[in-house]
């Protein structure tokens, strides 16, 4: 497994823009499928977006297309997850994580194997 730690959440108002990045340590982070999810106070943890292991495929929730981004910059073992136009109901923890392999089909973030500790943002209105 990859070791990931995510950064970047805050306290932001409804319309602004933040970056989170998610740095990886202990494997290849090359062969390993990665995504965003956040989970919502009271709420069950819901999929935000993943990115194959070579950029080539991208995927979002229906709740963030167009307005959030995924990105890996694989020379520096990272991810980062662009989020623009946020909405109060975007506040949630967000949580980093990969799957060991270089998978790209839709639906390979169902099985995730690595798991970040998570990073908060809030959204105010």
């Known amino acids: 497994q990859v070791q990931l730690v995510e950064s970047g959440g805050g306290l932001v108002q409804a319309g602004g823009s933040l970056r989170l990045s998610c740095a990886a340590s202990g494997r290849t982070f090359s062969n390993y499928g990665m995504g965003w999810f956040r989970q919502a106070p009271g709420k069950e943890r819901e999929f935000v977006a993943a990115?194959?292991?070579?950029?080539?495929?991208?995927y979002y929730a229906d709740s963030v297309k167009g307005r959030f981004s995924i990105s890996r910059d694989n020379a520096k073992n990272t991810v980062y997850l662009q989020m623009n136009s946020l909405k109060p109901e975007d506040t949630a923890d967000y949580y980093c994580?990969?799957?060991?392999?270089?998978?790209?089909?839709?639906?390979?973030?169902?099985?995730?194997?690595?798991w970040g500790k998570g990073t908060l943002v809030t959204v105010s209105s």
């Open positions: 994580a990969g799957r060991t392999g270089r998978y790209s089909d839709y639906g390979f973030w169902r099985n995730m194997d690595s």
């Open positions: 990115i194959s292991w070579n950029s080539y495929n991208t």
